[in-house]
């Protein structure tokens, strides 16, 4: 008798399954991932644990990958990245992503944010900004940039106060080999937003990965170009980077931090990397 309701209960169960299932397909990696997440910050945790589960149960039961995908796609072909700024300077992200930033540098409380892809400075306003909110008075940002865009946001007191800009390649030997030196033993935080191709962010994956702090993040931005899932004519991009570093030791100091994708907008589409205690 119990067997037997045991036996229906699992196939009503699973019939249930299936038909939600092909509406809303498991996230299981991201709940798999939110299991394994630590912060640095335990009462920070616990607001933003919730807020992420929250957001990601909500995208299990209304939200199916494929209409992700094309959401994803219609906010790229609109260019909104393209035209959005931050305090008047131009910044090239998703605003999206952008406030999870603010999550992780509010949990993590970096001594040095490293930027690669300075442009016109608006995403480094932003960190100088976010630190200058929190307290972290003593806390810098160092951005680089083979190109200097940065004359209109040096005029401001917040990038004096708080950001080091650099005018070089972020893969000069000697420019990390000095931020290296600065950043040893702080808590860093890295974000790759420069050249997005797979050689060069490889590249800077090798160099700048060590540099960051076990529970700190390493942000490899735009992972969503060479159709992940905009862009397909792009061609190799961070994505295959990224695959490559994982499969060669990357995964030893590094998990995809999945929850970092909730806002369902994102550039960098399992391109949260967490660095994890030693
Ligand atoms: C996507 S933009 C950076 C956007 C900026 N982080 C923001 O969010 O507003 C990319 C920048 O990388 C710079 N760049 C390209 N190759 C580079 C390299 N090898 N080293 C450093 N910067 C590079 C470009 O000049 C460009 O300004």
Redesign the pocket.
């Known amino acids: 008798m119990i067997v037997g309701g045991i036996i229906v209960l699992f196939l009503v169960s699973n019939v249930a399954s299936f038909l939600v299932g092909s509406y809303a397909p498991s996230r299981s990696a991201v709940w798999d991932a939110i299991a394994r997440a630590g912060f640095t910050n335990r009462e920070t945790m616990q607001a933003t644990q919730a807020q992420t589960s929250r957001m990601l149960e909500q995208q299990d039961r209304i939200l199916p990958v494929d209409e992700q995908k094309r959401i994803m796609n219609m906010w790229n072909d609109l260019q909104v990245w393209d035209n959005t700024s931050f305090l008047g300077i131009?910044?090239?992200?998703n605003p999206m992503d952008l406030w999870m930033m603010q999550y992780i540098i509010s949990e993590v409380r970096p001594d040095y944010i490293v930027?690669?892809?300075?442009?016109?400075?608006?995403?480094?306003l932003y960190w100088a900004a976010t630190l200058d909110l929190l307290g972290l008075e003593s806390s810098r940002v160092i951005?680089?940039?083979?190109?200097d865009?940065t004359e209109a946001v040096a005029e401001r007191g917040l990038w004096r106060e708080y950001v080091e800009f650099i005018h070089?390649?972020?893969?000069?030997p000697e420019t990390v080999a000095s931020i290296a030196e600065r950043v040893a033993d702080k808590t860093v935080m890295v974000?790759l937003?420069?050249?997005?191709e797979a050689h060069?962010v490889l590249q800077e994956l090798r160099m700048y990965g060590p540099l960051v702090s076990p529970g700190s993040y390493l942000i490899v931005?735009?992972t969503h170009l060479d159709g992940i899932p905009v862009a397909p004519e792009w061609g190799p991009g961070p994505m295959t980077a990224l695959n490559e570093y994982l499969d060669t030791g990357g995964a030893e100091l590094y998990e995809q931090d999945f929850t970092r994708e909730a806002h369902v907008l994102t550039q960098n589409p399992g391109g949260w990397l967490r660095r994890k205690s030693q």
């Open positions: 131009r910044v090239m992200k930027e690669t892809g300075t442009a016109a400075g608006g995403s480094a951005t680089m940039d083979i190109e865009y070089s390649s972020s893969t000069d974000l937003d420069s050249n997005h060069h931005e735009d």
